[in-house]
C-alpha cells in the first residue's frame, strides 16, 4: 500500500489535509496521529471535525482523554494519551466497544496506549520542517489505502496553491 508524503506550510493548510482526510474516509475507521509535542495532531483533527460539521472549538483531550463528537454522520471520538502512565489505563473507556459501530477514532499519542487500542486503518506521522511540517500518510489496511488515495488526489491541485505540495506518493 502506497503511503503519501506531504508538506504542509500552515495551520490552514493542515486544517483542509484533515478535511480531506473526512471527507474520504469511511465508517468504522482508525487514526493513530503521530509526532511530537506541537506537530499539528489536533489542528489536522479540528479540520476533520469542522468537516463534517461540528462547529464549536477542538482541543485536545489532554485531560481527560476522550472528547466524543456526535455529528450527523455519526460518532467521532479524539482521543489524546498523552498523559496516560500505562496502557491499562484505557481498559476503562471501552473503545473496542465504541468501534463496533460506526465510528472514527481519531488517536493522538497512540504508542502510549499499545495493546489497548483498535488497530489502524492509517497511520498519520507528522515531522518538523523549518517551514511547516512532512506529513506521511501511511495505509494500513485497504479502507486507508482508498482513503489516502481519494483525500489526495481530491486535494492535490488546491494544495500547491495553498500550502501544501505533494512530495512523493
Ligand atoms: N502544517 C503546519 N505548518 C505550520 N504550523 C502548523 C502546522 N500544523 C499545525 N501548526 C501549528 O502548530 C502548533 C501546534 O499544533 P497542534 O496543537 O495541532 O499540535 P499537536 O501535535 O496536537 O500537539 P500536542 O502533542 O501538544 O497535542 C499550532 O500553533 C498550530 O497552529
Ligand atoms: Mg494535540
Redesign the pocket.
Known sequence: MTAAVLE????E??ERLGAALAAACPRPFVVFLE??????????VRGFLRALGHAGAVR?PTFTLLEPYALPAGPVYHL?L?RLAHPDELAYLGLRDLLGGQSILLV??PERGQGELPAPDLRIA?EHLAA??RVQLVPVTPAGAATVRAAVATSSGVYEEKGISRRIT
Open positions: 504542509i506550510v500552515g495551520a493548510a493542515q509526532g511530537d509535542l506541537g506537530a499539528g495532531k489536533t489542528t489536522l485536545s489524546d498523552y493522538e499519542w507528522i511547516g511540517r
